[in-house]
């Protein structure tokens, strides 16, 4: 059997818990909070705040903000 432990949250935050349980038809808070993290993991930091077909930025492209 596998060792539990206690983590204290916000009764608030004990409450999104609960919805993201019954949204992701999760048995436990485990395994809801295991579902966040492997959706987390599995978005590459690269996506983050880009659009998926934009390229790089280059040094020419920053010079000609700069001029604005």
């Known amino acids: 059997m596998a060792m539990s432990t206690t983590v204290e949250v916000k009764k608030n935050t004990a409450k999104i818990l609960d919805e993201l349980k019954r949204r992701y038809k ?3 808070i485990d395994e ?3 579902k966040l993290i492997n959706k987390a993991e599995s978005v590459p930091d690269s996506m983050f705040g880009a659009h998926p077909e934009m390229k790089p930025f280059t040094r020419a ?3 000609r903000a700069h001029e604005l």
Do not use: V
Request: aromatic share 0%; no cysteine.
């Open 32 to 34: 809801t909070l295991r």
């Open 26 to 28: 999760a048995k436990s």
């Open 61 to 63: 492209d920053e010079a």
